[in-house]
Structure formats: C-alpha cells, structure tokens
C-alpha cells in the first residue's frame, strides 16, 4: 500500500519510528567508528614503543656484525602477540635477520610494503612499522616490524555488538512511547473521520466531541457547526429533491409521448405508396424524432430512476430494424476515425419481438457512442445471439467489441456508477456526464437481463447485455427472402478484415446463399478460378475496395480481364462513406455493377443484389446522410426579413452570408440599442441577437423589445458564443425563442429559422443570387495552417473571396491580440481583466466563424481562468499568442500570393496606368459605387465588380487601395469603404462627388 494512503496513527508511528532508528543508527555508527580510530592509534603506540626498544638493543649487533645475538634480541618478542615478524636490514638495505613468530611460520613478510618516505602503514589486516637503528649520530639499520589487528578487531566487534544491543533496546522504547503518544493527535482525527463518514451517509445527527482548543479542536467545532446546519436544511432539500424528481420524470414521459406520437405516424406513412423523396422526408422526420427522444433520455431518465416511475412501453419490433438505423447513425461518425463497424447480423435479426425498442436501441447507443469516441483505430463490432429460447420469449445477448484504449480492472469496477468515468483523465479528455451506462444497467435490469463488461487496458472492451422479449412466433420478417431461382446462389466475399468479412458472410447465409470469404484480390482471383474449373462458378463477388496491394476496383478489374468470355459473377464493390457515388462512377469502368458503403447493411445489401440480378422485389426504403437542404428551406421561408444585431464586423458578415444563402432579406444593427430602434420602424420575421454587444446587450435589447405588446410574438433567436451551461436559460429567461451557439452551424441555425418564422404571403421565394467573381488569385488553398478550411467555406457556402476577406481582416486586427491581453494583466486592474476576457471572448467567436480551431481553444481556456493565479493565465496567454502566430504567419503566405497575382497581371496586361485608362466610362461607375456606399447598401458588391474589371491594369499604388476597398466592402465596413474610394479616384484625377 502506498504510504500516503496508511492512516494518520500509522503514518505517526511509521515517521517517529524511522527518525528514532536513524538518529540511533547514526548515534551509534559515530561512537564505533570513534572508538575504532582511538583503540588503532593505541596499537600503533604499543608496537612503536616495542620497536625502538629493539631497535636499541640491536645496535651493538649492527655494530660488530653479529646476526645471532640480533637474532636471540628479536626472539625475545615472542611473549608479544600482536607482533607476527621483525626483520632487521643494514644501512644498505641488505637483510640483516628476520624473526618470524613461532606459529606463523608460513607467514611471509612483504618487505616492500613500506615506500622509502614511510614509516608506519596500516594494511587491511595489519600494522607495519619502520624504526631507523642510529649509533653515534650515524643510521647503522633499520627494523620493520609487522603486527596484527586482531585485538583490535574484536574489541570493534564487541562494540558493534553492544551498539546494536543498545540500539534494538533504544528503538523498542521509541516505538513504545511513539504509540503511546500519537494517541493524543490520531485518536480526535480519527473521531473526526468517523464522524465524517456518518455525516456523508446523511447522519447529521453524528456526535461530534471537541476535546481540546488546538486546531483539531477547531476542525471538530466547525464540523458541528456543519452538522447542525445540514440538519436544518435537510428537510427542505428532502421536499425540493422530491418535487424536481417527479417533475421531470412527468416531463419525461409527457415529451416522450408527443416523440413517440411522431415518430409512429412518420413510420406508418412510410408504407404508405409514394415518392421517393416524400419517403426520404418521413425516414428523417422519423430519424430525427428518435434522435431528439435520445438527447432528452440520458437527462429525464436518471430522474425517473429517482422518482421509482421509470417504466417500459412494450410495442412489435424487429432487431433488424434498429441495426440498420444503428448503421444510419455512426457511419459518418466512424467514417472520420476511419474504423471499421460491423454490424453482425444473423437470423434473430428476422425475430418480430414484443418490447421497449427505444430503451434497446437507447443501450446499444450508449454502448456504440463509446465504443467509437474510446477507439482511434481498428474495428467496432456488434453481435446479437439467442441465448435462452421458449415457446413465447427470446433472450438475447448483445455485444459491442472494440478495439480502444480497454479499461483496468479497478475501472471496469466502477463503471456503472452514477456520475462516474473510468478516470478524471479519461473525463477530462472525453467528457460525458456518467449518466450514460448507469441508466442502461437500470434499463437492462428492467428488460430481465444483466450488463458486464471484459476488457484490459490498451487491448480494447467487450460490453455484453442481455434482455428477455416476448416473441410473436409466425411474425418472422418475410421481406428479405430471394425468389426461388436465386435460392444457393454461390457468393464470394472479399475482404481483408476478417470480422467484416464473417459478418458479410453471415448476412448472405440468412439469405439462403452459399457464402465463402477470402482475404486479398489474389485470393478471389484463385477462387473465381477454382469455381470455374469445378463447374461450380460463384455468381456474385462482393469486394471491399479498401484492402492492400490490390483495392477493390483493380481486383474487379482483374477478374473481368482474366475471366473474359466466360460467365463473369456480378460485381458489387463495398466503398467508405460518403464515396459510393465517386466509386461507383470509376467502376463501371472496369465492371462493377453497383456499390454500396459502409458499413454493410442487410437491408440495403439485399436491395442491391436483387438490383444486380435484375429481380422485382419489395424493397425497404433507406435513409442516406445528406448536406442542408437549401432548397427546402427557401421554400419555407425564402423572402423572409430579418434583423441581425452584432458587433463584431467578421461574424457579421459570416452571418449574413449564411442568411442569404437561403435569400433571406437581412438588416443589421451594430448593438442592442440600434437593434431596439430599426425593430420599432420596421417589420421583421424573426430577430437574430448577439448576446455580448456595446451600449446594451442583447439580453437587455430583448426585454426592451418585450416590453411593447405587440413584439410578444416577434422570434427573437440568440446567435452567440456564449456557449456554458445556463446561458441557453439566460435567453429564454428574457423572452428569447432560441439560443444558436457560434461557431454557426448553419443546418441549427436555419431549422431554428424554419420552426419560428411564421407562415406569410411572400415566403418561399428564392432572391437572384449575387454574381461573384471566380479569379485564381480568390481561390483559397486547402490547407492553411491552424484553419480547417474546408469546414469554414462549408459555413460560408463555399464563398472563397468572402474567406479570404475573413482571413485579411483578422489578420489586420488580431495579430497582437495576444500582447494586447497580457499588458492588461500586467495592470492587475479589474477592469483591464475584465477587458482582456472580453478580448479573449471576441476572437474566440471570429476564430469559431474562420474554424482556427486551436486559436478558438486557447481563447475559450483563457476566458474561463479567472480562478487561476496570474501564471497560469499567462501561460494561456502564450498558447493563445502562439496558436495566432501560426494563423498570421498562414494568412501572410496568402497576401503575398495575392500580390504576386495581382502584379502578373499588371504585366499581362501591359502596365497600363491611369493613362491609358477610359476615365469616361469609369467616372460614372464610380459614381454609381459610391451611391451604394452611401445608402449602405450590399449592391455595393456588384458595383466593386464593376469597377475592378475597368481598373484591372492600373499601377501597383492603385491596385493596393483597389485591395484594400475590396476588403472594407467585403467586410461590410461602409465608411472607411467611400474614404479608400476617393482615394483612388484622386488617383485618377477624378471627380465624383460632384457628378
């Protein structure tokens, strides 16, 4: 266990202990080593005494040459122990003689031990000394003597001894008295806890004792305090807890039953014989029905579970059918993650079953949307098998397998709680309320099943569930059953992944083919040949396009060319979403009589055989992903006049770009006051109100404008970045019929227009569009770096110039947003805080509406950091400061290519200057330009268009104000537009404000 998580008294005993032990050890080490140093230097000066004392002796020896006699003076030094030999050397240096101690006989002094500068040296055993013999003043010799430590050691042994008897004695009083003291702070924090943990099951009545007037003392009074006011407030709370409960479980229910009304009568005008295009539109009003009923269940429903009323409503469905809308709903989703989802079907699919499809289909929503959002690559399977069968019920059990980041086991522990994630890392980076799976146990519980999930972490999760229906035997689906010639109909599938593969497989059997897979182009080509020379042929192959060294189409190919005059199967190429068309288009080319996209649907892959196989059989209509209608929504309310109120010069323009995209009349208001006033002179259908505005706000602008009867019915729409939790509630508040978050999305923004715009003679009439020009330089390239181009031309309608315009003003702007907002922090002023949110707050919206994603991020982080300290909102500051840098430095890129564009074609066109230029037919539309800048008005355009093609050859000075006109029109900037245009007429030596 990890020493932070051990309670407070074993962290105490654990701390003192080892501090107590330390300072022992260290206490103890110090006087054995002291004691060591001491006890050596005795040796030494026991040994060296006995050294010159021989040393003197054997001077006479030395003198008169007698070896014997220093021999009988070294012998004598056999009653020392210690002493191992002696040996005596002449002034020379020659061996003199050599006394080696009786039981060390095999002991062989190293003479050499001892430079010729040292005189004592303690080896790892033993001391060596060196004595100089002198006679008269005169060195005659020398003695080494070599001695033992033994004695020495064992008195260092019996210390060490002694030390770690004392120490263990020492360490066992500490640990005692460290008990018995830690009591004094452990025993009231652990009353505490206790305490604690009553009052976190609700019992505010927990005694609590305060024993002292320290700060555990204070702790204890404060959590009294606590206790005595939760218990006040608890009834209260009980009553509103209770009345929220069962308020929104009636709502749930009463929404629930007008959803449930549409989406039956869509399903039955769906059988109802008519156009294809009239069944497109019920299949989405149908589609779109149960998708709002799944955004209002994961909120409602925990509710419900509160309020005990969360109950079943029992219809007849087919499995089969809640596959294939399962498909409809996640293609495009994994088709951006680029995974493969394979809906496994089999014959329970064809089951009629008795029950609650919605809570079904509500599950393996859940379970599918994780799957997705916790996979970046691989696959995610879902399967369906009978698990339990009688003559009136099915128990089925569902899978959904994927190959994500996979949980550990103390995850997966916790999973189904309320309100719970995997982890906060997970939460953070993935988000979601962890109501999702905790509902979906209870509803699983409810259809007579259980939920449990296998998984390990970084090998992806399997989320099991089974459920009990009732079954109507005899209401098995009869709509795909192949006519009897088609009956073991051979077929080839070809894929490389082999989950998708089997399920393919497992789809035609339940059509009653003869199904056999393969893995490569290669593979098929070998199996269209064994069939043929078995005379037995396949007569459909149905190929993936996407697979490794031979796709999908050169496989077709291949198989036509190899196999040419011979009975050739039919051909139906699987292709990724949203590609069918492109695919299908290159493969008639080479054979291919029909595609259709992932991931395979049983519906729509019968259709197609019977299709290929040239057969009349009913079909079931499927509901393809689409792009805004823009047609159908002009034909509601095209003509339309409405009011735009915003500030900011770029979202106005994104806006009205939007709008009239769907020839809506647009008016504009630069705030909430002028927005007040044009609503008093004019008539409009519908208002669209920026929230964050000067003078006044668009919250206060709505309450005015509601204050005068006869706007209660006006529509009043917030378009806006205020995007946080209760803001949508702030606009209702006021009297606001809708609240549309920026970046825009134009299919909410023009359905919110459609449901509020009332019904008038004069809607649905498309307006001529404007003539725009289409000139290289306006092209805008796909990639720019940190702007996901393609998304913001999709919002601006495919507008190039307009996006370029876009991207020039902010350039001019908004470079130095960044060091804008860190000098007013540097102030540490309210207000100039206040000021740099607002900062972050607008170029959040414009980096929203130009989708400079990381631009947008950085400025939402900094404008929710209030709380944080000054660093670490600077460090915001230098991410956003760095996400701009990488914006300025793609749009510069852009300003130069257009400058290089614009001087070609300065020199294509000969250099002409002002000159060679027909002032006669440019005077009067310069004229007629600056009228519509005068009056404001979006003819303006046109009139530039004009002008520009007259001007196309004029000097680089007047093509740069030409520029800088276009972008003043573009940006809806009036004002500074007439002052750029009587620039350039000066230029040309023109008068146009007296025409």
């Known amino acids: 266990m990890n020493f932070r998580d051990l309670s407070i008294r074993k962290k105490l005993i654990g701390i003192m202990t080892l501090i107590s032990c330390l300072t022992l050890l260290l206490a103890s080490t110090a006087f054995i080593a002291t004691d060591y140093f001491i006890e050596r230097e005795e040796i030494k000066k026991d040994i060296l005494i006995q050294t010159r004392i021989i040393a003197l002796n054997s001077r006479a020896a030395l003198a008169f040459n007698d070896p014997d006699t220093a021999y009988n003076i070294l012998q004598a030094l056999e009653t020392a122990t210690t002493i191992d030999s002696a040996t005596l050397f002449t002034a020379d240096g020659d061996l003199f003689t050599e006394y080696i101690r009786s039981d060390h006989k095999s002991f062989n002094p190293n003479h050499a031990s001892l430079s010729q500068d040292e005189n004592f040296l303690f080896d790892s055993d033993r001391l060596i000394l060196r004595e100089k013999i002198v006679l008269e003043e005169e060195v005659i010799g020398s003695i080494i003597i070599h001695a033992n430590l033994s004695e020495l050691k064992?008195?260092?042994?019996?210390?060490?001894?002694?030390?770690?008897?004392?120490?263990?004695?020492?360490?066992?009083?500490?640990?005692?008295?460290?008990?018995?003291?830690?009591?004094?702070?452990s025993t009231p924090i652990e009353a505490l806890r206790k305490a604690s943990i009553e009052i976190g099951k609700g019992k505010f009545n927990t005694e609590i004792d305060v024993s002292s007037q320290d700060e555990i003392g204070e702790?204890?009074?404060?959590?009294?305090?606590?206790?005595?006011?939760?218990?006040?407030?608890?009834?209260?709370?009980?009553?509103?807890?209770?009345?929220?409960?069962?308020?929104?479980?009636?709502?749930?229910?009463?929404?629930?039953?007008?959803?449930?009304?549409?989406?039956?009568?869509?399903?039955?005008?769906?059988?109802?014989?008519?156009?294809?295009?009239?069944?497109?539109?019920?299949?989405?009003?149908?589609?779109?029905?149960?998708?709002?009923?799944?955004?209002?269940?994961?909120?409602?429903?925990?509710?419900?579970?509160?309020?005990?009323?969360?109950?079943?409503?029992?219809?007849?469905?087919?499995?089969?059918?809640?596959?294939?809308?399962?498909?409809?709903?996640?293609?495009?989703?994994?088709?951006?993650?680029?995974?493969?989802?394979?809906?496994?079907?089999?014959?329970?699919?064809?089951?009629?079953?008795?029950?609650?499809?919605?809570?079904l289909e509500q599950v393996l929503l859940n379970l599918i949307g994780n799957a997705i959002k916790f996979t970046d690559e691989g696959e995610i399977e879902v399967q369906v098998k009978t698990v339990q069968e009688s003559a009136d019920s099915v128990t089925l059990e569902f899978s959904v397998r994927d190959t994500g980041i996979g949980l550990t086991k103390s995850q997966a522990d916790k999973l189904f709680h309320a309100f719970v994630q995997a982890d906060s890392s997970t939460t953070r980076k993935f988000g979601g309320t962890g109501l999702g799976l905790s509902i979906s146990q209870k509803l699983v519980t409810m259809m007579g099943g259980k939920i449990w999930v296998e998984s390990k972490s970084g090998q992806g999760s399997t989320f099991y569930f089974t459920a009990t229906f009732q079954r109507n035997l005899g209401g098995e689906d009869v709509n795909m059953i192949p006519p009897e010639d088609m009956e073991h109909l051979r077929a080839l599938v070809v894929d490389d992944n082999l989950s998708a593969k089997k399920s393919l497989i497992k789809t035609l059997e339940m059509f009653g083919f003869i199904a056999t897979g393969v893995s490569s182009g290669q593979e098929a080509l070998d199996a269209v040949r064994e069939g043929i020379d078995k005379e037995r042929p396949y007569q459909l192959v149905i190929v993936d396009w996407f697979m490794p060294n031979m796709d999908g189409l050169k496989t077709i190919e291949q198989i036509n060319e190899t196999f040419k005059g011979e009975v050739v199967p039919k051909m139906i190429l699987l292709t990724p979403f949203d590609r069918e068309e492109e695919l299908l288009e290159k493969g008639r080319l080479?054979?291919?009589?029909?595609?259709?996209?992932?991931?395979?649907?049983?519906?729509?892959?019968?259709?197609?055989?019977?299709?290929?196989?040239?057969?009349?059989?009913?079909?079931?209509?499927?509901?393809?992903?689409?792009?805004?209608?823009?047609?159908?929504?002009?034909?509601?309310?095209?003509?339309?006049?409405?009011?735009?109120?915003?500030?900011?010069?770029?979202?106005?323009?994104?806006?009205?770009?939007?709008?009239?995209?769907?020839?809506?009349?647009?008016?504009?208001?630069?705030?909430?006051?002028?927005?007040?006033?044009?609503?008093?002179?004019?008539?409009?259908?519908?208002?669209?109100?920026?929230?964050?505005?000067?003078?006044?706000?668009?919250?206060?602008?709505?309450?005015?404008?509601?204050?005068?009867?006869?706007?209660?019915?006006?529509?009043?729409?917030?378009?806006?970045?205020?995007?946080?939790?209760?803001?949508?509630?702030?606009?209702?508040?006021?009297?606001?019929?809708?609240?549309?978050?920026?970046?825009?999305?134009?299919?909410?923004?023009?359905?919110?227009?459609?449901?509020?715009?009332?019904p008038r003679d004069g809607l649905g009439l498309a307006t001529p569009p404007k003539q725009k020009r289409d000139l290289t330089n306006n092209i805008i390239p796909e990639n720019l770096s940190g702007i996901e181009v393609d998304e913001a031309l999709e919002r601006l309608n495919g507008n190039h110039r307009v996006f370029k315009s876009l991207l020039f003003e902010f350039h001019r702007n908004h470079s130095q947003t960044a060091s804008k907002i860190r000098s007013l922090l540097a102030t540490q002023k309210n207000e100039d805080l206040i000021n740099a949110s607002n900062i972050a707050h607008t170029i959040k919206g414009i980096a929203g509406n130009i989708s400079a994603k990381r631009i947008f991020v950085a400025a939402l982080a900094f404008e929710k950091s209030f709380s944080q300290p000054v660093e670490g909102r600077l460090r915001l500051v230098d991410e956003l400061e760095s996400s701009i840098e990488e914006v300025v430095s793609a749009i510069e890129i852009l300003k130069n290519r257009d400058e290089e564009a614009n001087a070609k074609i300065i020199e294509l066109s000969g250099g002409k200057d002002a000159h060679n230029l027909d002032i006669a037919l440019i005077t009067p539309v310069m004229i007629d330009l600056l009228e519509k800048l005068k009056i404001q008005s979006f003819d303006a355009e046109e009139k530039f268009e004009n002008l520009n093609k007259l001007l196309v050859g004029v000097d680089n000075k007047a093509r740069y104000e030409l520029q800088r006109l276009e972008e003043q029109i573009g940006n809806i900037d009036f004002n500074s537009a007439k002052a750029t245009l009587a620039v350039i007429a000066d230029m040309l030596d023109i008068n146009i404000e007296s025409k």
């Open 219 to 359: 702790l204890a009074t404060a959590f009294r305090k606590m206790t005595w006011d939760l218990t006040d407030q608890r009834s209260k709370l009980e009553k509103a807890t209770k009345a929220k409960s069962e308020f929104l479980a009636n709502m749930s229910h009463e929404i629930r039953t007008p959803m449930n009304a549409v989406i039956g009568l869509s399903e039955l005008a769906i059988q109802v014989e008519q156009s294809q295009q009239t069944l497109d539109y019920f299949n989405k009003i149908s589609n779109s029905s149960r998708s709002l009923l799944r955004i209002i269940n994961d909120i409602l429903d925990y509710s419900k579970i509160e309020a005990g009323k969360l109950e079943l409503e029992n219809s007849d469905f087919l499995v089969r059918e809640i596959f294939e809308h399962l498909s409809d709903l996640f293609r495009a989703k994994v088709a951006k993650k680029h995974l493969e989802f394979i809906l496994c079907v089999s014959e329970e699919c064809r089951y009629e079953l008795h029950g609650d499809s919605l809570r």
């Open 154 to 185: 064992e008195k260092i042994w019996r210390s060490i001894f002694l030390g770690l008897v004392v120490l263990f004695i020492s360490l066992l009083i500490a640990i005692f008295l460290t008990i018995w003291f830690q009591k004094i702070i």
């Open 590 to 758: 080479v054979g291919v009589d029909e595609a259709v996209s992932k991931p395979v649907n049983c519906s729509i892959i019968f259709d197609s055989i019977m299709d290929v196989f040239g057969k009349d059989v009913a079909k079931t209509f499927r509901v393809k992903e689409g792009v805004v209608d823009t047609a159908q929504i002009i034909k509601h309310i095209g003509g339309a006049r409405v009011l735009l109120a915003e500030d900011n010069s770029i979202n106005l323009q994104v806006a009205v770009e939007i709008l009239e995209g769907v020839s809506l009349i647009v008016d504009q208001a630069k705030d909430g006051l002028e927005a007040v006033k044009m609503v008093k002179k004019s008539s409009y259908d519908a208002v669209l109100m920026d929230i964050q505005m000067p003078e006044m706000d668009g919250l206060q602008a709505t309450r005015q404008i509601r204050k005068d009867l006869q706007y209660k019915e006006l529509p009043i729409i917030a378009m806006t970045a205020h995007a946080m939790s209760g803001d949508r509630d702030k606009s209702l508040s006021v009297g606001m019929n809708d609240h549309i978050t920026k970046p825009i999305d134009r299919a909410k923004l023009y359905a919110a227009l459609v449901e509020h715009i009332k």
